[in-house]
């Protein structure tokens, strides 16, 4: 019976003893298991904070030397704002949105230039949503360049967002009432003055809610519009309309190779074929080329004018001063002979043998294409508005800028080289200029005669500040604001 009872006491104390083990050793795990899931977590918040350790880094690192040296700090930071600088954007303009406005602009690249700086100023003063004017691509260059090719479409919305709110395109909404043709399209006219926006343009606006403007050339007034109207207009130009990097890389590298070889001029010599066939100008053409640029100015039904009197257009100062003209003026404004002289223009009409004479007086003549790679300029070929618009880069960078025509890119340029400083540009005086040539070549005039004569013309014509000329119901007439706009300049 002891026995027994022995037995069974001794068998109870085996179960204890095994209960006891098991406990133990779940508390074993238990605690091993703990350690691991901290030893985890805490490795997670590590990879963690190594992710973020360039922006948090310095801060909250910075008792973790093998991690974070200041030397280390110092070429992170120096590397990443060099790589991406932060771009601080002005705050968005808030305003109860009238309605949608797309624009085609017409003509060349400068005249698209003003086009879209007086749709901005619309836009803003009709408190309107642009949409990123379309350029264009069906006149005589036929370039198919979209606005993204040419100017920085991002930096311009970003740039000018604190003034009027600008979209690549149209709510799809809105892009479908386009495509039905629920909207109105309609050409401004010339030289309005933002009255009439207001009173004709704006109620359209609001009644379609997408209004198209397919003409924008000299479609706002030069004159008589609010001073913050005319300051929009500049910083649009000046500031918004900023080539893309493509194209300010190549005209960087233009400039510095001009620049390892001395100071330079840039001679916008507008002798291209269209100019000579719209204008019909044709000083120093033998007789085919006479017929060939009457062919192409009848071929084109939006040049209007088509008899045209060549000598007396001349006589009146309306012709561009061809190649052999401009090389004489130019050497009767002392110009030094061995000064790069950077040629901004198409391909000249009649070659080399119109140029001959350019060439014999500075033999330093220069061209893109001479400085540059062809393979650099392929990407160029057969868009004209790029190029025009590398040649608008160095033109702004030169020490001099001479243009032989008031053209859009002659006005244009020669108004933002007064805007960076009032930067020398010679404008010639044609009227007085092809007289006094006549002169010259017929012997009324010697040579030294000749010359004072051209500079004391053009002592006033340099570039300097002045206020812009007004002539009252004529703005074809009057100076351009772009090429003068002396509301934006300390005067």
């Known amino acids: 019976m002891g026995g027994c009872v022995a037995l069974a006491g001794g068998g109870e104390g085996s179960k204890g003893d095994k209960s006891s083990l098991m406990v133990l050793s779940l508390a074993k795990m238990i605690l091993w298991m703990t350690r691991g899931m901290t030893t985890l977590l805490l490795w997670i918040c590590v990879v963690q904070l190594l992710t973020v350790g360039e922006v948090w880094g310095p801060r909250l690192l910075k008792t973790w030397p093998s991690c974070y040296t200041s030397s280390q700090t110092n070429i992170h930071s120096s590397a990443s704002s060099s790589l991406e600088p932060k771009v601080f954007l002005p705050p968005k303009r808030a305003y109860k949105n009238n309605g949608y406005l797309m624009v085609s602009c017409n003509g060349g690249l400068n005249?698209?230039?003003?086009?879209?700086?007086?749709?901005?100023?619309?836009?803003?003063?009709?408190?309107?949503?642009?949409?990123?004017?379309?350029?264009?691509?069906?006149?005589?260059?036929?370039?198919?360049?979209?606005?993204?090719?040419?100017?920085?479409?991002?930096?311009?919305?970003?740039?000018?967002?604190?003034?009027?709110?600008?979209?690549?395109?149209?709510?799809?909404?809105?892009?479908?009432?386009?495509?039905?043709g629920k909207f109105r399209s309609l050409a401004p006219i010339s030289w309005s003055d933002i009255s009439y926006y207001h009173n004709q343009i704006l109620p359209l606006i609001r009644k379609y809610k997408v209004v198209h403007l397919n003409r924008t050339d000299a479609r706002l007034a030069n004159n008589g519009l609010p001073l913050e109207i005319q300051k929009l207009r500049c910083r649009v130009n000046f500031?918004?309309?900023?080539?893309?990097?493509?194209?300010?890389?190549?005209?960087?590298?233009?400039?510095?190779?001009?620049?390892?070889?001395?100071?330079?001029?840039v001679l916008h010599l507008r002798y291209e074929m269209d100019m000579l066939a719209f204008s019909g100008c044709t000083q120093g053409c033998n007789s085919e080329e006479v017929e060939e640029l009457t062919r192409m100015r009848y071929a084109y039904p939006w040049w209007k004018e088509k008899e045209i009197d060549s000598d007396l257009k001349r006589k009146e100062g309306l012709c561009p001063m061809t190649p052999e003209e401009t090389a004489l003026i130019l050497r009767a404004l002392r110009t030094d002979r061995?000064?790069?002289?950077?040629?901004?223009?198409?391909?000249?009409?009649?070659?080399?043998?119109?140029?001959?004479?350019?060439?014999?007086e500075f033999p330093n003549l220069v061209r893109k294409e001479t400085l540059l790679d062809p393979i650099e300029l392929g990407f160029f070929q057969n868009h004209s508005s790029q190029m025009a618009a590398l040649d608008y880069y160095v033109s702004l960078e030169s020490d001099i800028f001479v243009p032989t025509y008031d053209g859009n890119m002659a006005r244009v340029v020669e108004g933002h080289r007064r805007y960076l400083g009032f930067k020398k540009t010679i404008r010639f005086d044609r009227k007085v200029l092809v007289d006094l040539i006549d002169q010259y070549t017929e012997g009324s005039l010697n040579w030294d005669e000749f010359s004072n004569k051209v500079k004391e013309v053009h002592a006033d014509r340099m570039g300097r500040p002045k206020r812009r000329v007004m002539i009252a119901d004529r703005p074809k007439e009057e100076e351009y604001f772009y090429a003068n706009p002396y509301e934006c300049l300390d005067l």
């Open 239 to 265: 500031s918004g309309l900023k080539f893309t990097s493509q194209i300010e890389e190549l005209g960087k590298k233009v400039v510095q190779i001009l620049r390892n070889n001395g100071p330079f001029l």
């Open 338 to 360: 061995d000064i790069q002289i950077y040629i901004a223009a198409g391909e000249i009409y009649g070659g080399e043998r119109r140029m001959a004479s350019l060439a014999a």
């Open 111 to 180: 005249q698209m230039r003003g086009a879209i700086c007086d749709m901005v100023a619309v836009a803003r003063y009709l408190n309107v949503t642009l949409i990123v004017p379309e350029l264009d691509k069906s006149s005589f260059w036929a370039d198919p360049s979209d606005f993204e090719d040419i100017f920085d479409v991002d930096h311009f919305i970003r740039s000018l967002r604190h003034e009027v709110r600008i979209l690549k395109e149209l709510p799809p909404r809105l892009k479908r009432r386009v495509e039905l």
